[in-house]
């Protein structure tokens, strides 16, 4: 198109056209130009419509996802505070136990029984998962701040589940074992359903004790029980791992926090 209207204009120098004649060329010449800027004019309207449109598209499905992120760490705050409440649980008890041991006179087995059968608790905290990383979806965050925290949110929960899991195998591997040696694992399963706190973190609290098997009718004296150093290891092991579990879920609380301000900051209409 260039050498088109160069050759034109070359010709209008180097002939002698007659004055009407060069008249019609420069008219030509301009309606060319008014119609090829009309097009260029056209093609950029289009395109800036047609880019409003994906950055309106875009925005509506950023709202919709800030909106369900905040549905999931709401529900994950709920969950993650539960898991603390229940390891606190474990830890004051084991703390009791502890303190049973070291003045081992006129201990009521009830409540020592009681006690040790909280130490077979196992909270996990198992977050709503979401494919915002994987799907490409997190281009479409645009507060950078929201969108480091939800990058790093994985390794920040697999951090805690870590510690769970080394609860987990410990108390599999080593506590409920050397309970059956002891010979106290059936009245500590007896008194762990009937305990209302254990049936609200794994029951919501609206179920009935599931143990229909009783109390086991061998006679262990709680001075007998009090001398068992295995019995002692657990409880100190239970309040190390359940404490450092809590202190990675304070983190993580913070964490989620965090997200759900920078959330509400975002989301249009809160």
């Known amino acids: 198109m260039i050498k088109f209207f160069q050759k034109i204009r070359q010709q209008l120098l180097t002939e002698n056209l007659p004055d009407r004649q060069a008249g019609k060329i420069r008219r030509y010449l301009l309606y060319a130009v008014g119609e090829i800027a009309l097009v260029m004019i056209g093609i950029l309207l289009a395109l800036e419509v047609n880019n409003w449109n994906e950055n309106r598209k875009d925005s509506n499905k ?24 229940h390891r606190t649980f474990i830890i004051q008890s084991a703390s009791k136990v502890l303190k049973y041991i070291d003045k081992p006179m006129n201990v009521d087995k009830d409540s020592l029984l009681s006690h040790i059968s909280v130490i077979l608790g ?27 925290l939800l990058t790093t949110w994985t390794s920040d929960v697999v951090a805690l ?76 092991v239970a309040i190390s791992l359940n404490q450092s579990a809590n202190i990675q879920s304070q983190v993580l609380r913070i964490r989620i926090l965090e997200l759900l301000e920078l959330l509400n900051t975002e989301i249009k209409g809160e």
């Open 62 to 85: 950023e709202q919709l996802i800030l909106s369900q992120l905040k549905e999931e760490y709401e529900t994950d705050l709920t969950q993650l505070e539960q898991k603390i409440s």
């Open 161 to 236: 589940q870590e510690i769970e899991k080394e609860w987990s195998r410990t108390m599999w591997e080593y506590v409920v074992p050397n309970f059956i040696t002891i010979g106290i694992l059936r009245d500590a399963v007896y008194n762990w359903w009937n305990d209302e706190k254990n049936l609200t973190w794994i029951l919501e609290g609206k179920g009935d004790n599931l143990f229909e098997a009783g109390r086991s009718y061998k006679i262990i004296k709680s001075s007998e029980l009090l001398k068992n150093k295995e019995l002692e290891g657990i409880m100190s």
């Open 122 to 148: 196992d909270p996990t905290f198992d977050p709503i998962k979401n494919d915002l990383v994987t799907s490409g979806n997190l281009r479409l965050i645009k507060n950078r701040n929201l969108k480091r």
